[in-house]
């Protein structure tokens, strides 16, 4: 079959180096299968926040594998107008190029965005071929989380076109595909049906890379590792941005911590803004936190396998899954988080680490202190998150069975 893959938020694996994100790790589990994928994408780094293209770029990037980057407005913060106008630029055109491209045998639209989703679908009805929406966020509900409960209403009757946009996309879609299950349950409620054997549940997950480029890992960070040999490290890896997630926390902690010489804090990102220059300018008053800089896949794997715990930090309640902590479980790290959802139920469920009130630096503290004292404890939480990512989380598993279910679906509806 050829397949369209529309995801315009994941970096794109141009190289080696590259970390491969949910539409990359299904994009390889196709092609495996004899499939092609023309990836529709951005034009710009939504990570790095910085060009790709510089203008809408079309790439044989191998035989089975196109990706079409469209170049919108760029985007400093997440949270903006100017990435509201990004975005539906893109959206507007995917609905004009797809004019001139060979019609696909089965589409996947990820959102958000949910405007590209909800040209992607559209497209798919009017061609009469088979579509999946793929729920990683709900937008734009969340977006009213950032208001005040009083000008939520308000903010709802301002984006009545974005909601019918969404009731759209999840009625049309053949299928929902979601991260968990509350994200299903969202959609679900959007496109007012039952679940249906055609919607799933497959989490982000998390893929090892190959190890052969350990040794150039190794020889970079040959300086903070002579510091941090011995050391229980206490992880973060993530952007330094000053969204809900942010670990300006980790540096409230240290502190607390700091008659515990053993136990060093590793902030593994970078950034930008006020917050990034603050977490830094401060961190150098800490004998027992270290700045790692950007990590690409292999830096990221190294320091997974040299850490002991795993922090996920939030500043206000939170629901969204955190493909951070299947990282974390990967490597058979217990994971503090301040996250709400099936990630909290996740971790007092099979007891794989702790959970903490978002903006709590003594919970967290008493936590880490916790883990790093009680030896027993520590252990038995390692082999606990080892089993469940085993179980739940490894990438190979998740994604074979989702490409599994493309075809299962394809059939159904007569395409392959």
Known sequence: MNIWLIQSGEPLPIND??????????????????HSVVWWTSAFDHIKKKWIYTKDTEVRHSHNL???????????????LMRFIDHRIIAWKFSRMTARMAK???????????????????????NNIPVLVDIRDPW????????????????????????????????????????????????????????SPDDRIFPLGYQHPPSENMNEVIEKHRLLLSKLQ????????????????????????????????????LIAGDGTGELYEKIV??????????????????????????????ICPATKEVHLPTNKSYAYFSAGLPVISAFQGDLKALIEKYKIGFYYAPNNAEELAMHIKKLY????????????????????????????????????????????
């Open 17 to 34: 180096t590259v970390r491969k994100m949910r539409t990359a790790l299904l994009a390889d589990k196709l092609i495996a299968k004899g």
């Open 66 to 80: 196109t990706f079409v980057a469209l170049k919108g407005t760029g985007y400093k913060s997440n949270i903006s």
């Open 104 to 126: 696909p045998d089965f589409i996947i639209a990820s959102m958000p965005p949910h405007d590209f989703a909800y040209q992607a679908v559209i497209y798919a009805k009017r």
């Open 140 to 195: 734009p509900d969340i977006f009213l989380e950032f208001l005040p409960l009083a000008f939520r209403k308000i903010a709802q009757l301002f984006l009545f076109n974005e909601f019918s946009m969404i009731k759209k996309i999840m009625r049309s879609a053949d299928g929902l595909i979601a991260v968990t299950q509350n994200f299903l349950q969202w959609g679900l409620n959007y496109s007012g049906r039952e679940k």
């Open 230 to 265: 011995g050391k229980f490290i206490v992880l973060f890896i993530g952007t330094i941005s000053s969204s809900y997630h942010n670990p300006y926390i980790l540096l409230q902690v240290a502190k607390q911590l700091s008659a515990f010489n053993n136990i060093h804090f």
């Open 281 to 310: 300018s401060e961190s150098k008053k800490l004998d027992n936190i270290s700045l790692s800089g950007w990590l690409d896949r292999d830096e990221i794997e190294f320091w997974l396998q040299k850490s002991a715990v795993g």
């Open 373 to 416: 004292e009680d030896k027993v404890l520590y252990q038995d939480m390692s082999k606990n998150a080892t089993n469940v990512f085993n179980k739940f989380f490894d990438a190979n598993v998740i994604y074979e069975e989702f490409a599994n279910h493309i075809e299962q679906m394809a059939v159904k509806n007569n395409v392959l």
